[in-house]
């Protein structure tokens, strides 16, 4: 991809409604839910032009990740933080090392999901936390998970069990609820209607396509208070997108 791509997602990441919304829902969900004192030593996987990674360090020493190799190579050169090129698949890294093992929006790219959570327990301390969102619901899939090279999409059920053993599941909650029903009306209708399909392939991703100065406003409005919900570990039973925090056990 040629780096006016990356250019556009490093802008999207830091202003697009549906980024800030949910990254200030992620960091206010872990300032509640850290075990530790800080700082902490803390491993990002999957992150893009960085933003992530960037907020984490309000928590300690962040390591970032990121498996695509053009994206790796840009946000290396543009963003200020600590990563290295590498797969969630096969982390480069020794058990038991990091506090805060971060995956956002990552699993549902890989096929092998188990394996993914399984090297994100592996290097996560006792009484760690590894924190993960993915998009929610198969029935939503549409062009927007084809841009993005998704592989799935999950339901609780799902993102439940595949964090099943060696801990316990300290959080869980769909977001993106208000949204969700609108959203799932129009994904709906464009698989009944064949030129509004068409009409959203063109437009290519939902970051593209709901994106303006008022659905800026709008959007960011509505979905913000579902920040104040989950701070209140109040469990939104739909949502576009999927929550789960997981804690591993203390070695006794």
Not at 6 to 19: K, N
Not at 54 to 82: A, H, M, R
Request: hydrophobic share 40%; with cysteine.
């Amino acid at each position: 991809m040629q780096s006016s791509y990356y250019q556009e997602y490093y802008a999207i990441e830091r202003e697009h409604w549906w980024f800030l919304v949910r990254n200030q829902i992620l960091m206010n969900h872990l300032r509640q839910n850290l075990p530790f004192k800080r700082p902490l030593q803390i491993l990002n996987i999957g992150v893009a032009t960085g933003r992530t990674s960037e907020l984490l360090t309000e928590f300690g020493k962040v390591k970032s990740v990121e498996y695509d190799q053009e994206c790796y190579e840009f946000t290396k050169t543009n963003v200020p933080i600590d990563i290295i090129q590498g797969s969630i698949l096969e982390l480069p890294f020794e058990s038991e090392k990091y506090d805060l093992v971060c995956a956002f929006d990552v699993i549902e790219h890989v096929e092998d999901h188990t394996l993914a959570v399984s090297e994100m327990k592996r290097v996560c301390k006792p009484e760690g936390l590894v924190s993960v969102t993915v998009p929610a619901f198969m029935f939503l899939w549409n062009q927007h998970d084809d841009v993005n090279h998704h592989v799935r999409r999950y339901d609780m059920s799902m993102l439940k069990k595949i964090f099943e053993g060696d801990g316990k599941i300290i959080f869980n909650t769909y977001f993106n609820f208000w949204l969700f029903f609108p959203i799932a009306f129009f994904r709906l209708l464009s698989k009944i209607l064949p030129l509004h399909q068409r009409k959203i392939e063109e437009a290519g991703s939902d970051f593209t396509v709901m994106n303006g100065p008022i659905f800026q406003k709008i959007f960011k409005a509505i979905f913000k208070t579902e920040d104040w919900l989950i701070q209140r570990k109040i469990r939104l039973f739909v949502g576009v997108s999927a929550l789960l925090t997981w804690q591993k056990t203390k070695k006794v």
